[in-house]
């Protein structure tokens, strides 16, 4: 079965601080592998995706095939990245579906 | 443009009843996604529309209908409304035909049932 884990359901950090979010993903195939952030009262966004390979917002992630696993990292947490965030493999091959984790809160302390 | 819009932004229904949930994708979008997700969790998938049929269910009764329009538009129908149902629903907008796979929100419809 399809399953998308993020283990820590709350990421409290000090600015200034390194922040990662993991997440772990159990598919059979080659899904495409996204982060999407909310915001504070605001919809649900795309924040990078794996194929891009870019840095968005001072965000990073690798993908390891290997571990099954596509942890978000950045090096120094600012305040407004305080948000939800969630990880989400897609499979072209079953519609472009989306599978979202449970959700990690970042909050970062001043 | 403005993005994927959904209406109304909330209702409170009795259980037992019905409702119906409309969304309109993003400009150039043929494709539109539902999510159900309930207070704490993360989106839920339900189901996908393109070219006006479904073509992707999550794991949901049939009390969960959907329906999507030459204008690409979309509803989704809850018959027999439960208290369980009661969450934020989501709609998101894709292009199939681009071959662009970024999904873009609209701002949800927070669904009671009392």
């Known amino acids: 079965a399809q399953r998308v884990t993020q283990p820590e359901k709350l990421l409290s950090v000090f600015k200034g601080a390194p922040v990662e979010l993991k997440c772990n993903y159990s598919?059979?195939?080659?899904?495409?592998l996204f982060w999407y952030v909310q915001y504070s009262r605001q919809r649900l966004q795309l924040l990078l995706r794996?194929?891009s390979r870019e840095s968005i917002k001072g965000f990073t992630a690798d993908l390891n095939k290997g571990e099954t696993s596509f942890h978000l990292k950045k090096p120094f947490a600012q305040e407004e990245d305080s948000a939800m965030y969630y990880c989400?493999?897609?499979?072209?091959?079953?519609?472009?579906?989306?599978?979202f984790g449970g959700g990690t809160r970042v909050l970062v302390k001043p | 443009d403005a993005g994927v819009t959904q209406s109304p932004t909330h209702l409170i229904k009795t259980r037992g009843q019905q409702v119906t949930l409309r969304c309109s994708p993003k400009?150039?979008?043929?494709?539109v996604s539902w999510y159900q997700q309930a207070l704490g969790q993360g989106p839920q998938f339900i189901f996908q529309?393109?070219?006006?049929?479904?073509?992707q269910r999550g794991n949901f009764p049939d009390r969960f209908s959907g329906h999507q329009f030459p204008n690409y538009s979309s509803e989704l129908n809850v018959n027999a409304l439960l208290l369980g149902d009661s969450a934020l629903y989501l709609c998101?907008?894709?292009?199939?035909?681009?071959?662009?796979?970024?999904?873009?929100f609209g701002q949800g419809t927070r669904l009671t049932v009392v």
């Open positions: 998101a907008s894709s292009s199939q035909r681009r071959g662009n796979t970024e999904a873009f």
């Open positions: 598919y059979s195939g080659s899904p495409e």
């Open positions: 794996h194929i």
């Open positions: 989400a493999p897609l499979i072209k091959a079953a519609g472009n579906k989306l599978t």
């Open positions: 400009s150039g979008h043929d494709t």
């Open positions: 529309y393109y070219e006006e049929e479904e073509r």
